[in-house]
């Protein structure tokens, strides 16, 4: 049984929840980019040109950060829930608090970076992108759905990371003093 005067743990599970949607939609967006159809362009003169999200350097950054992220927050999520987190034990190694740290700005700063290329990539390549929009392929739209999911992750790292700090008034999950 748990009392009432255990300190709740509502931030600790907002703030899981928030890296599992983080892991989820970063991963999300890499597979989306990284299948993104080829796309044939006729261009006015009459020759054509097929190109894939490889053709666009910020797309395959795009790719590989979300996927780079995703691997970071899947540790940062081992860190969270596999390590026993007890921020009361003095004895606690700080070692896991201080990578998890690490991970959270990593995570962050790579979604950040990914989302922000990418949005600048469909302002400046919008006409190549667009042209792709009346044929079969659905490159344009697998951009633009890939460009959204990363922004989400990054919006969902970023409030990870702020939930890990702020206490919030409510337990989830039942925690004993004999779980630490």
Known sequence: MHGADEEPNGSKAVTLLLRLATMALALTSAVVMATASECTIYQPNGAKATVTFKHY???VYLAWFNFVATILEAAGIY???GTGDC???E???KIPRIVLVAIDVAVLALLNLATGAVFSAV???GPQISACTGTASRFCEQVHRSKHFSLAASIAAGSAAFFKDVPLPFNVWPMSSDDC
């Open 87 to 89: 921020d009361d034990d």
């Open 79 to 81: 860190l969270q829930v």
């Open 123 to 125: 302002v400046a390549y």
């Open 91 to 93: 004895e606690a190694p």
């Open 57 to 59: 350097p910020p797309f």
